[in-house]
């Protein structure tokens, strides 16, 4: 049993407006990320998948069919996108769900672990800046 | 006579559209950076000044009064901001400036260069992500 | 349930020394870091937290809030300071707990765990320098 | 406890390819990784050992016999060679073992592992480039 | 007049050795390097033209087209090569070429400047690790 | 001509105190820094030589002279030191060299240069933090 994670980047801006809280409570709670015009992110993505070693490739993933599930499910939908107006996770509705990096970082899992047929998801990390990161197991 | 820089990071949207290309022309030169929504990055801005080291205190320049020109002169205009929308070198006018990552260091130099009056401002370095940067050394 | 990590860092200077050690013994187990004078690092600290999104906030934890508890709680007690002569838990007593990394990520945890309310401490990495670095879960 | 980790290069070349396979199964599972000549990396490696806090030296680990291990069991044998042709776990044989991310982990562990007399080994991370890694945890 | 710089990464296998030396001289000068069956880097590539801003695109040269031109003449060549077989450069004949970082600097240099028609090519980077690399500007 | 850039990392402490200073002046000028305890750095060294390639060897400057310069010169003396107690350019003395980046940088050049024979130095650069770095080209 190994694990095999693969970096990848993109770049999207989002903001954080709840419209069930007062203008006050948006302010307060979100600050400079309550910006309705936006502001973004080079954000980077790890994808992490377990499982056995192959002993005929010695591959626990064809690392060509990973990146293509990365880019399709998630990079082309991400990148250079304004997370709140052009993703549909983030779309607004009742309720909404903020583009928080928790939040993407669990709509990223949903989007590959369907996706993966041979080896099995494992971890999902999104970095929003160097300095802050989220993992998501997929463990509710 | 040294060189001295400081980094600092700011995280902001932008497009890139020229009002006077026709839409094909846009779309080609620009391509995804032409998404009207903006798309973001966390920019990186490397300040460097030179002059003579005071031999009294050591240093070519007080350090936090460059931080605090920085701040105050550039963070806090473009750090959680769309550019074109909201950074006055960037909006839309007659001819439009591009918020290309060269034009956003010659802007960055602009508004630092007169405020510095001991240490002489060297170079404006910016980083749009970790794999493109641009110099400008206040050179037409 | 998801995992949030916050970077920061601080420059702190220590020595190793252990009194009930002979000199030998001291020069031999603790090498070059036994210099009486001390020497200094840029620590990187890395805060991981745990719990449940706020469906309302889309966050684990509050960042503002996280941040100023490291702050107030890690930094301030921590950045230029002399790790064994300024800092109560490196204090010479009898016994002794040296500064070594593996002891301050356990006070650093021991200081987070009690003051955050909300998201509980998952764990705290604390790096020396870019190739050494310590893992405490909270677990004796 | 805690975890302690240790980070260390090495430059190697490799290239993947199975007798086994037919060139066209070759070139397509294994691409431009399949060219005989072979092509090269700065492999990052971490080794992370646990334990508990000696109290008296305040390490889990002597941090030069962990760096002397790693040195003599692992950089010795695999830095500035060519792994198929050098290093004995990736000689052609039947079967082959592919100098793989996933089986240089698992070589690494295999070497490290009953060396380490005190502390125990946890997690062996092999970096082949800085976007793509290996753990592995010793299990089966 | 701005200087703009890409990035990109390939990865190769080299050895170092002249026959004009005794198999003494090429042990000594090239320690490790000297190893025939040659081994690996993860090569990172800095290439910086210079030019005015184009006042209608904000663009000093065209992003997709560079990263063409350093994709066709530099890494399509030298990726995932062994440099002293694979690369004309430096196929062994009289005199040898070593593919030592300063010669492949010069190299990449060659097989740029010719094809970048507008803006103007002002810089080499190449980073044999991340702690050695070599600057070439073009001049003898 | 080329120019090669090799890196090295040294832990060191320092403060900074002006004794012709008054204490409100050295608290105001170096705040935090002039703890008389000391704090620390990992600090980065980047030593730059510039000169012809040699045809047979296609070295610039042979690596493993200047490492054992670098090494000699300047790591032995500083790494695992208190510059204010140990080096001896920032010994206290009439007038103090203060242990700033900028005078560590001019000291690190005024050690290296007259034991380069072969190549020239070009460039000696300092990080104290990964935020805040100091050149030197031994221009007065």
Redesign the interface.
């Given at each position: 049993?190994?694990?095999?994670?693969?970096?990848?980047?993109f770049?999207?801006?989002?903001y954080?407006h709840?419209p069930?809280?007062t203008p006050e409570e948006n302010a307060r709670?979100?600050?400079?990320?309550n910006?309705p015009?936006?502001?973004?992110?080079?954000y980077t993505l790890e994808v992490?998948v377990k499982g056995p070693?192959d002993?005929?490739?010695?591959?626990?993933v064809?690392?060509?069919q990973l990146k293509d599930v990365m880019s399709r499910e998630v990079l082309d939908a991400l990148?250079?996108?304004?997370l709140n107006?052009?993703v549909p996770e983030f779309l607004t509705k009742i309720?909404t769900?903020?583009?928080?990096?928790?939040?993407l970082?669990?709509a990223i899992w949903q989007r590959l672990a369907p996706k993966l047929n041979r080896a099995q998801l494992h971890r999902v990390r999104v970095y929003e800046?160097?300095?802050?990161?989220?993992?998501?197991?997929g463990?509710?």
């Open positions: 049993m190994v694990f095999l994670t693969r970096k990848a980047e770049s999207a801006s989002h954080y709840n069930d809280f709670i979100f600050g400079k990320c910006n015009n936006g502001h973004g992110h080079n992490t070693v002993p005929k490739s010695g591959f626990v064809d690392l060509k990148d250079h996108r304004f107006k052009e309720p769900t903020i583009p928080t990096t928790e939040n970082a669990i800046t160097p300095d802050l990161f989220v993992d998501f197991y463990e509710a």
